[in-house]
């Protein structure tokens, strides 16, 4: 059992602790935005952000939560999530959406730590490599976009 504190709500759940955030979210708190990619850690498609720096879900332990502040991409908010939203829509970075959730969380917190990244800096800092779509020229042109558009 323990009490997580989700998009600022705090939130009981009687699991193992040493259950994956990703499947606590996902089977136990049906929070779906979260997407299971490999499992492993390499993918990226389940990042969160934990006490606001992206975090893959798979390879978090509920037993090393402790009092961290989980934010998933139902509850990505501020001025970073709404120039990326916006940017993401202005250049269509959308193809097949499954891994756009965890390039949002990943590219917010990019932004929240580095308001005017370079392309070295999005590279970096973007976990998700399952997209097959290939967008990923639009979505580092999004978070240019974004980066500028954020107010000061």
Same mark, same amino acid.
């Given at each position: 059992?323990?009490?997580?504190?989700?998009?600022?709500?705090?939130?009981?759940?009687?699991?193992?602790?040493?259950?994956?955030?990703?499947?606590?979210?996902?089977?136990?708190?049906?929070?779906?935005?979260?997407?299971?990619?490999?499992?492993?850690?390499?993918?990226?498609?389940?990042?969160?952000?934990?006490?606001?720096?992206?975090?893959?879900?798979?390879?978090?332990?509920?037993? +090393?939560?402790?009092?961290?502040?989980?934010? $998933?991409?139902?509850?990505?908010?501020? =001025?970073?999530? &709404? @120039?990326? %939203?916006?940017?993401?829509?202005?250049?269509?970075?959308?193809?097949?959406?499954?891994?756009?959730?965890?390039?949002?969380?990943?590219?917010?917190?990019?932004?929240?730590?580095?308001?005017?990244?370079?392309?070295?800096?999005?590279?970096?800092?973007? +976990?998700?490599?399952?997209?097959?779509?290939? $967008?990923?020229?639009?979505?580092?042109? =999004?978070?240019? &976009? @974004?980066? %500028?558009?954020?107010?000061?």
């Amino acid at each position: 059992m323990g009490t997580l504190n989700i998009n600022g709500r705090a939130v009981t759940v009687h699991v193992e602790p040493d259950m994956p955030l990703l499947w606590v979210l996902r089977c136990e708190l049906g929070m779906t935005g979260t997407k299971f990619g490999c499992g492993v850690g390499i993918c990226g498609a389940c990042t969160v952000h934990l006490n606001d720096k992206a975090a893959l879900a798979c390879q978090t332990l509920m037993s +090393s939560l402790n009092t961290q502040k989980i934010t $998933t991409i139902e509850g990505m908010q501020g =001025a970073e999530a &709404q @120039a990326l %939203k916006a940017a993401w829509l202005d250049l269509d970075v959308v193809q097949c959406g499954y891994c756009q959730s965890a390039q949002l969380m990943a590219a917010c917190a990019l932004l929240k730590r580095t308001p005017n990244p370079t392309d070295a800096d999005i590279d970096a800092a973007m +976990s998700n490599i399952v997209c097959r779509c290939g $967008t990923y020229p639009r979505v580092r042109a =999004a978070i240019h &976009q @974004a980066a %500028k558009r954020r107010p000061a």
